[in-house]
Structure formats: C-alpha cells, structure tokens
C-alpha cells in the first residue's frame, strides 16, 4: 500500500510540476537593460530618496501644508481606501485554500396528491453540518492567492506614489504662490515709484523745463505697470484655489504664511548620483508595475490551471427526522469526493488562457517601458 501511495505522489508530482512549466512557456521574461551607473566610475547610492521630506523642505509653514493635505487630500483617502479593498480581498483568496465548514436548519412541509394513493403528507425537519475542501492539485488556488496578493501590493505602491505626488504638487503650489506673492510686492513698490516719477514729470513739464511727450511717456510706464497688478492678483487667487483643493479643503479655507518670504536654506549645487538599480528599487511606479506584472503572471497559472479536473472533498452530519419528538435519534452521515472537469466549452477556458498571456505582454512592456523611461 505504502508503494502504491509513494507511486501516486510521484505521478502527480510529475504531472504538477509538467503542467507549471507549460503554463508560462509562452510568457517571455522582462527585460530593462539597465547600465551599471548613470556617470562613469560615479556610483553613489545616497539619494533625496533617503530623506524625509520635511528635512529635504526645510520650510515650517510648507511643512503643515503637507500634513494637512496628507491628511485630508481626497486622492490620498481614496487610495488608501482602494489598498484595504485589495487587502481584504487578499484575504478571501488566502481563505479559498483552507476547508469550509457550514450549517442548515430546515423545516418542510410536503403534500402530494396520487391518483391511486390520494393524499399524503410528509414532514420533514433537518439540522446538518457540512465540512468541504478544495484540494488543491494544480496550484489553481494558490495561482489565485499570488494574483490577489500582488495586486494588493501593487495598490500599496500606488498610493506611495500618489503621497510622493501631492507632496511635490503642495510643495511647487507654495513656491509658486510665494514667488507671486513677492512679484505683487515688487510691482506695488515699482508703480509707486512710477507715480512720483509721473508727478515729478508732470511738474517739469507745466514749468516748462520738458516737453509733453516726457510727460507722456511717464503716464504710459504708469499704466503698464498698473496692468500688471490685476493679473498677477488673479494667479495668486488661483494658486491659492489649487493649494486648497490639494489640502482637500473648500477655497474659502484661510491660508497662513508669510507673504515675503527670504528662501535661506542652501540647497545642493551636486545631487548624489546613485545606482540605477537602486533608484529603480525605490520608485514606487516601477514597484507597482512590477507587482502588477506578478499579478498577470500568476493570472495566467490561474487561466491554466483552470483547464483541469477539480477535487472537491465533502463530509456532511447531522439529523434528519420526520418527527420532533425523537429528532435527535435519527442521524444522518454522508462522505462524498467530487471530482469535477470541463468537457466541452467551445474553446471558453482556452481563450481566457490565451487573453492572459496577452495581458501578461502588456504588463510586462509597460514594466519595460517605466523601468527604461525613467533613466
């Protein structure tokens, strides 16, 4: 007996292990081609990806900005409720591979009318419990569990990088508001400067030192100037509008900082060079076009592994009884292995194989084409 089982285990050894490599047979490997340094013999691997970005920053005021955007962006909220959907769904794929227990209480009625029996009635009352398990003979479900787990992990990186995109949008809409801020400053001090050359214009030419067209010119310097002022107004109220909204708050929030604002932190004249590789490894993109990559792989296990027969193993308990009074002295027992297989579906399964290969070269080019792009 003992051969025998050591027999079987070997065939379907074989037989698992023939029909993994088959599966991906068709898949080809990504490829990036990467250099072994962006500079020559300059192999640094410290980057500003190994700074926090309140210290990279060094600003106060921009660093509540981030905090609160961090806190209360919508993007940011949406993403982190798409990573627990994913994270939950993880968990009912991992659940598929351990048994599954239930229970049922029934109670019917049954009345029958024959022709030569005349009426009959029949009671029925059941209280059972049911105990069934996949078994798992050709990886399908555990094909199934790395697909829902890459695909979770590949919402985690999605929404790093959405949180290393509102920090740079937050950030370029404070700079860009500041430097408005300051340009308004400059060019409410230069029409004041305008004007009293205006005046003093003016009163040169009614005393006769100047001619008109002095006077003339110093009227149409204060006008240009004046013109400006409306517009830089409006892209100060629009900039403020985009800070608001990536804070995820309403455009009537206030806004506290400093309207001039002296920029006195030195900022690296040489940025670190690095790896590629190593930067490649911290970019959240390319983590989550690698995951989604590991997820059309395991995709196609799944659409493989699903053309073959499935085991299903059930044991069912309980009581069945016509009658309350003595319910519990009629048990019931069953055992039942099930062994389920598609015969003909016209081509359903093999096309599902096929389109997850295709979404496996999609997945894998678009790796490629970040992981090479981002050079």
Not at 16 to 44: I, T, W, Y
Not at 185 to 209: K, P
Request: include cysteine; charge should be negative; aromatic fraction near 10%.
């Amino acid at each position: 007996m003992s051969i025998f089982k050591s027999v079987v285990i070997a065939v379907v050894s074989v037989v698992v292990l023939a029909s993994c490599g088959a599966a991906f047979k068709r898949c080809e490997e990504p490829q990036l081609n990467l250099p072994s340094a962006f500079v020559k013999d300059q192999l640094d691997s410290l980057t500003l990806a190994d700074m926090n970005w309140w210290e990279f920053y060094g600003d106060e005021v921009l660093g509540k900005f981030i905090t609160h955007a961090l806190e209360n962006n919508k993007d940011l909220l949406a993403a982190a409720a798409k990573v627990e959907q994913m994270r939950l769904g993880n968990r009912i794929s991992q659940s598929a591979m351990y048994p599954k227990l239930g229970a049922s209480v029934m109670a019917d009625y049954e009345v029958e009318n024959y022709t030569d029996k005349g009426h009959t009635q029949t009671p029925q009352f059941d209280l059972k419990w049911d105990l069934s398990w996949e078994i798992d003979l050709w990886g399908n479900l555990r094909w199934a569990n790395q697909k829902t787990a890459a695909e979770y992990l590949s919402t985690v990186e999605a929404a790093r990088a959405m949180r290393i995109t509102v920090i740079a949008e937050v950030a370029t809409a404070y700079y860009k508001l500041l430097a408005l801020e300051n340009e308004l400053l400059i060019v409410d001090r230069t029409l004041q400067t305008r004007y009293e050359e205006m005046q003093q214009a003016r009163l040169r030419y009614e005393g006769g030192l100047t001619s008109e067209t002095v006077y003339q010119q110093a009227k149409v310097e204060y006008a240009t100037t004046a013109a400006m002022i409306p517009s830089i107004e409006t892209k100060i109220e629009v900039m403020k509008t985009t800070l608001q909204v990536l804070m995820g708050e309403y455009p009537d929030f206030e806004l506290e900082y400093a309207r001039m604002k002296v920029l006195d932190r030195e900022i690296p004249t040489e940025l670190p060079l690095g790896l590629p590789s190593d930067l490649l490894t911290r970019r959240p993109d390319l983590r989550e076009s690698e995951q989604q990559l590991k997820a059309a792989c395991a995709a196609v296990g799944v659409a493989y592994t699903d053309r073959f027969p499935r085991l299903v193993l059930g044991i069912s308990g309980g009581w069945e009884n016509g009658s309350l009074t003595d319910f519990f002295d009629a048990t019931y027992g069953l055992a039942v292995g099930k062994l389920v297989a598609p015969v003909f579906e016209f081509g359903r399964r093999k096309a599902k194989y096929e389109a997850a290969i295709q979404a496996y070269d999609a997945a894998r080019l678009n790796y490629e084409k970040k992981g090479t792009h981002g050079l």
